[in-house]
């Protein structure tokens, strides 16, 4: 079987493989260079709809994945401002980050879920502009859970009526099932976080059955499908981590994070940090679209419950 019929393919589980340790410091772009400012990342965690558990804040405290970025950015020399008010988004509070990190649900310009403040219409369309002029962008798990195309069943294509966000970030959540393992295939190990990595690896998480990809995707990951419990998955593998270009801007999504022992996980966090030095500019990368190249029908989509 080559790679290819792997991607399109593969899909049992690799019994005992386990996660790879990704030696420290991490290939990423992040070396201390005290000559040079440190990237800002503002890393966005409002929730409009459901609230994940690892960006939940508990007496006060920062949320798990907030704490584990904060703490990664002590460690690799990046600053990381966390917030889940709305109100941060206009044109000149986005100017002073280099990378703008969603974990969020649901229309953020509407109030509910979590009762932090809504951003603006106009705030929406302040963080596309700053993105397609040139800023980073970087969605983790439920950041395709996120604007979802007005008046589209989640079971069928948007084609036009996609919803603008997602037209930037290159793909929108369906659903998910039950939590369980299945493999991720690694489809470029030359991309920042991805050189250590081995070909497939296995990971016990929330898996989201995704869908309108974007035709100019540079795929990263791929899920796998075959084995995997619930009709969601019933379908062929498809993009499940990605990079791709968005004007000037520099956009990177996984669909990895739902889970803490996934944030505290050294593969999760080497794909991570790689993916937002990427979108920050600390290191070059060929993101040249490969999607179609790949042999999955991407357009395929899951049966609706």
Partial sequence: MDRR?????????ALGLGLTQVSRPFPSGWAADASKPKRKILFFTRSQGYEHDV????DGKPAPAEKILADLGASHGFDVTATKDGRVFTADNLAQYDVIFFETTGDLTEPGGDGQPPMTKEGKAALLAAIEGGKGFA?????????HSPGVDRFELAGARMDPYITMLGGEFISHGV???????VIDHKFPGFEKLPDKFNLHEEWYSLKDFAKDLHVLLVQTTQGMIGELYQRPNYPATWARK?????????SMGHREDVWTN???????????SWAAGNVEADVTPNIAALGIDATALPKKK
């Fill in 246 to 254: 968005y004007g000037k801007g520099r956009v990177f999504y996984t």
């Fill in 139 to 147: 969605g983790s798990h439920c950041a395709s859970d996120t604007f």
């Fill in 55 to 58: 960006v939940k804040r508990k």
């Fill in 179 to 185: 939590q369980q393992k299945s493999d991720m295939i």
């Fill in 5 to 13: 019929q792997m991607i399109a393919t593969t899909g049992a589980a």
């Fill in 266 to 276: 050294p593969t999760f966090q080497s794909v991570l940090l790689g993916g937002l």
